[in-house]
């Protein structure tokens, strides 16, 4: 039996942000690292730069300027599937783990700001997403498979996962319609959060603070958008995590970081 250490970062580019992929690629000895907002089309992802910190098999789905995942992994992986939900294009990628576990990397919409889908077609997006999103799984997927599930997940479904559910109820990613939806699809497999697995639902748990607020840590109004799943055949494999919020002090930071769970395979 092996240990895999296993993390998921919303990095806002990964060509801007390669230095800090590799620093926390290296410095926390990830096996796999899977990519959100990778935000380079497939012909210029930085396989070289990748390979040269250890991440010899990359996969990837991009597009130029904005979305796109990507895995960067030590060992080698097969990739499964690239979905397209809403037909829209690059916000999910799938590898197959030592040829027993699947790895979901999703970047779902993040809705605009205005939670109406009479006025705001993006939140409507958002929905039909998280509707496609279920209704794949329902149907190509069961309980007794071995999958993680990973990524952007762009709602923040408990209480504690915002700073102030009160204030936040009517803000996208926080909303009832996101929450149900999202729940929907958890309770579908029977998905365990695993970072609400380590830590207690009555702890605040952020993974994302935004630019707009530059005292972040000290104001520490963050959101817990980015997630790992793991269905119940892995339960007792997962046996930790943590969420990186010293890269949210990186010169230059994504507003989001790195989620990392390990894995007994």
Known sequence: MKKLRIATWNINSIRLRFEQVKKVFQEQNLDILALQEIKVMNELFPLDDCAQIGAKYCYFNGQKSYNGV???????????LKLNFCKEDARHISVLIDDQIELHNFYIPAGGDEPDININPKFAHKLLYLEEMKLWFAQHRKTTDKMLLVGDLNIAPFEHDVWSS???????????????????????????????????????????????????????????LDQIWCTKPLDESIIGSNIMRETREYLQPSDHVPVICEVLI
């Open 166 to 224: 009160k204030q936040l109820r009517k803000v996208v990613s926080h909303t009832q319609p996101e929450i149900d939806r999202l729940n929907d699809i958890k309770s579908g497999l029977d998905w365990i959060d695993v970072s609400r697995k380590f830590v207690p639902l009555d702890q605040k748990l952020y993974s994302w603070w935004s630019y707009r607020n530059p005292g972040w840590r000290e104001n520490d109004k963050g959101r817990r």
């Open 70 to 80: 990507a895995v960067l992994s030590r060992i080698p992986l097969k990739e499964t």
